[in-house]
């Protein structure tokens, strides 16, 4: 669904992302992980046409984003680290315009703003101007536009920031409900967030990738060393699994 | 297309959720009165003073139109110098400053719509700007007596050449305000340069030949003369709408180049 290969990306002599390679096949749930940096934005950013790669390519659902942005752009929900909201505007005008924009017919519109909002808990709010809205709310209507258009490609931007606990685990689950439909990159620094939502772990350090696989993949080859009578070591934890290769 | 009505929809619904665009409106009717209030009194002394002489061949050439509206119109294009840039700072500075370009350039929409969609919303705002001061017209309709009375049709004119004025120093502020992300900035700047295609005019007095045909080509509020008298040049038409496509087309350059910096 989602192919990045040789992605990288300089700002002068910075290389914010480093010949980055992976697949994320539909349906599949991807976690992004990296210290503060290390060019997850970026790629996400690339990911989802909004800044141009210095080289490398990225296909969506077989579109290439450089080549024809325009049918990317229609397949993808974003949610960028700052959710895009218009402070001045009340949430739902502000849901009925990127509906429109996102090509959300006009008699559809309304309903499709209605499920968005359900599913994301925005209803309760909906008439009140964002800029009055806590950052958690916020955050909450940033994900209800990512979700609008019912996009098959989900690129989220550390979706959990600013939520209290309560509000975490709904949006924990409510992205777990969208795989398997929906293909989703998730980038964190929250780690057992990973554990509980992705099938996979990417993490990428000073712009490169350091580990790519499924987390019990990872969690194998980092286990322990074997003891004396044949038993596997200690299974790592995440956590630790990502200071080791992020330290270095 | 679409996708510019949306935008255009979306700023407008921004500009009249704000005070922004009230506070414009107000500035521009409390200033644009004041110039009416004159010349209307301009022209009862006038009058009077012809009646006084008993000289009616002067009566005659005593008309609305070249004592109060050619001069109120020139007025009101000067105003706008000032009104503009608070009204077109806040186009594309706001959505770099707030991040929410990245959601226009995550969608598919592209940079050609951004550009229409926001200078239509500019567009809108200006006619409605304008439209207040028909108030003036009318009002001079209503208590005249002259049964010629106000003639409509050179009215319409210039307001079409305020609206021309208008719509290029709309172009001039929007592609100021996708330079930066300060909306002070983009307001200060654009002020200076719609000031200077004014005074640059001032400097015509002084010069002769070539340069001053080139100084007061280049004067904006100049251009508006022809229209307030009623009269149509085909030269003012090229210079407000070269003005406005070299503005949008820069302005589209400047949306697309900024996701390249």
Known sequence: MIEVSHLSKSYRDLKAVDDVSFQVQSGEILGFLGPNGAG???????????LPPT??????????VFEQPLEVKKRIGYLPENPPVYTDMTVRSYLRFVASIKGVARKAREGEVDRVAQKTNCTQFIQRVIGNLSKGQRQRVGLAQALLGDPEVLILDEPTVGLDPAQIIEVRQLIKSLAGKHTI??????????????????????????????LDNLQRAHAGAATADGQTGPVPSLEEIFLKLTSA | MKNAFAIAKKELNIYFATPIAYVMFTLFVVIGS???????GAYEQASLMYMRFNSPEMMNRLNFQDAIFRALFGNLGVILIFVVPFLTMRLV?????????ELLYSTPVTPG?????????????????LALTLLYPALVQLVTKDP??????SIFLGYTGLFLLGAAYMALGLFISSLTESQVVAALITFVVLLMTWIIGWTAAETEGATREVVTYLSSVSHLDSFSKGTVDLKDLVYFLSICALGLFATHRAVEAHRWS
């Open chain 1, 40 to 50: 997850k934005t970026t790629t996400m950013r690339i990911l989802t046409g909004v």
């Open chain 1, 55 to 64: 080289s490398g390519t990225v296909k969506v659902s077989g579109f290439d």
């Open chain 1, 185 to 214: 990159v998730l980038s964190t620094h929250i780690l057992p967030e990973v554990t509980a939502i992705c099938q996979k772990a990417l993490i990428i350090s000073q712009g490169k990738v350091v580990a790519y696989d499924t």
């Open chain 2, 34 to 40: 004041y110039f009416f209030l004159r010349l209307l």
């Open chain 2, 93 to 101: 500075a706001e959505e770099k400053k707030q991040k929410t370009i």
């Open chain 2, 113 to 129: 719509q951004i550009v229409w969609g926001k200078y239509l919303a500019a567009l809108v705002i200006l006619v409605c700007t």
């Open chain 2, 148 to 153: 010629n009375g106000v003639e409509w049709r």
